[in-house]
């Protein structure tokens, strides 16, 4: 899908898709999208919301009607020529893998014909891409996990997962920002905070951005 789709979502916002599949160019395009909106808002603009394909714009319908806020969106896609991003920023995570911060480990391995270490060495050698944020405040989905050590959610979610798990979710990576319920996978935890309230913003992380997972011995302290 080379052109923007634009859908109506309610009477207050609307969906602006530039595909149907998870890609990161497309994710690209969103991204891009997003950080123009946010530099030059057009009128009647509330929020912009970045997913895997699509951005939902929430916009005020008595500044700005469904037809006039596509215009602006076509007029914005024009001026950028393309909607392509600027570079990415690129963050470390660094990680406590197994024992009590990392249950699944060992599962994943098994799961996986290999070893703890093969896990953590396959883990940690990659750079993820923050395809969204969701599920929770500053969840980030994590696009680029070696299919190596892909695993299956849990059968039944657990009722608490420690703030700062780092799970395996399918052929996806994230980390919980707060204590949550939670299916996936955990094999270790962060102490770096992903979501702070009292912050401006309050996650960490944006879509767009780059992580790397950096191995920790010994115990996972908060910063």
Known sequence: MRSPRYLAAGDAALIVEFGDQIDREISQRVVALAKELTRHPIPGLV???????????????????????????????????????EGSRLLEIPTTYGGEYGPDLQYVAEHNGLSVQQVVQIHSSADYYVYMLGFLPGFPYLGGLDPRIATPRLSTPRSRVAVGSVGIGGGQTGVYPVESPGGWRIIGRTAIKLFDASQDPPALLKPGDRVRFVPLSGDCRWR
């Open 47 to 85: 929020e912009v919301v970045p997913t895997y394909r699509s951005a939902l714009i929430h916009y005020d319908p008595l500044r700005s009607s469904y037809d006039e806020m596509v215009e602006g969106l076509r007029s914005c896609g024009e001026r950028m020529g393309g909607l392509r991003p």
